[in-house]
């Protein structure tokens, strides 16, 4: 089984910075691409920024220049580092990541979520 832990969030007042953690653990033979949601109350689910396996980055229109992902293949861990937030970036911050596991020989390919991490921003 796979588990995907995001931490980091928190209470930051605008023009912050915060930086968000999310640890894949469990039966991994690799990980492809990673990304970064958020949700806020009422509203969809969107994407913030993604990276692929060969660091490729892609981010939403709305945090570019403040948002930097990235990826330590190692630690089986990508980051969200956010500068100069907004209270319209409150939200709860979900890790994503496309996982191929190997069990008894045996090849998978799953969509692994995180629990998520509430970002508040407000003075």
């Known amino acids: 089984q796979v588990q995907l832990v995001e931490s980091g969030g928190g209470l930051v007042q605008p023009g912050g910075s915060l930086r968000l953690s999310c640890v894949a653990s469990g039966t991994i033979f690799s990980i492809n691409a990673m990304g970064w949601y958020r949700q806020a109350p009422g509203k969809e689910r969107e994407l913030v920024a993604s990276?692929?396996?060969?660091?490729?980055?892609n981010y939403a229109d709305s945090v570019k220049g403040r948002a930097t992902i990235s990826r330590d293949n190692a630690k089986n861990t990508v980051y969200l580092q956010m500068n100069s937030l907004k209270p319209e970036d409150t939200a709860v911050y979900y890790c994503?990541?496309?996982?191929?596991?190997?069990?008894?020989?045996?090849?998978?390919?799953?969509?692994?979520w995180g629990q998520g991490t509430l970002v508040t921003v407000s003075s």
């Open positions: 994503n990541a496309m996982i191929e596991t190997v069990g008894h020989g045996v090849f998978n390919r799953l969509d692994a």
């Open positions: 990276i692929t396996s060969g660091s490729s980055t």
